[in-house]
């Protein structure tokens, strides 16, 4: 008996998928151009154009959050995924957009998360399950979802937190 290899659940979100189902082809090649299309030499990392772009300031992250917009919105109305999937799909390019946008670490986690490869793998995943004719999962996607907003959300409670405590701060200490 074989051992069985352990699963990296973080890698095989990222990676694109094995097979892709008829139709995707043109969605799987653009998020292969945008996330995976170069090597970086000497190291096994694979960057594409949304690494290379964002590098630009301002303007790179949003050619390539324009991008990736435009893949959501085709997932939308051409192949009609369940409005949770979409949820994920656009919360993943607004997460790429908007850590993207911070210089330096911004163009690491480009690097690292490579969005529309993520999204391809949720289109092809949805594309999968009609094929077979099974119900689509939504449920990951909601707990995605979910899991970003609350911590957001937290992340503000602790900004307003902090902010009020530096009011606070300023209010009560002595002028000179």
Do not use: C, H
Request: hydrophobic share 55%; net charge positive.
């Amino acid at each position: 008996m074989k051992p069985v290899p352990a699963v990296d659940p973080i890698k095989t979100i990222i990676e694109p998928p094995d097979y892709v189902p008829p139709g995707l082809e043109g969605i799987a090649r653009l998020a292969w151009l945008m996330d995976r299309a170069f090597k970086i030499p000497g190291t096994p990392v694979r960057v594409g154009l949304d690494a290379i772009i964002g590098l630009l300031p301002v303007g790179g992250d949003v050619i390539t959050g324009l991008i990736q917009a435009g893949i959501v919105v085709v997932a939308m109305v051409r192949y009609r995924v369940p409005r949770p999937i979409a949820a994920r799909m656009a919360l993943n390019v607004l997460l790429d957009v908007a850590v993207g946008s911070i210089p330096l670490v911004g163009d690491a986690f480009d690097v690292v998360f490579k969005a529309n490869t993520r999204n391809l793998r949720l289109l092809s995943e949805v594309a999968e399950q009609r094929i077979r004719n099974q119900q689509i999962a939504t449920a990951p996607s909601v707990l995605y979802v979910g899991g970003i907003v609350a911590a957001i959300f937290g992340l503000l409670a602790l900004v307003l937190v902090g902010f009020v405590t530096v009011i606070a701060w300023l209010l009560n200490r002595p002028l000179f």
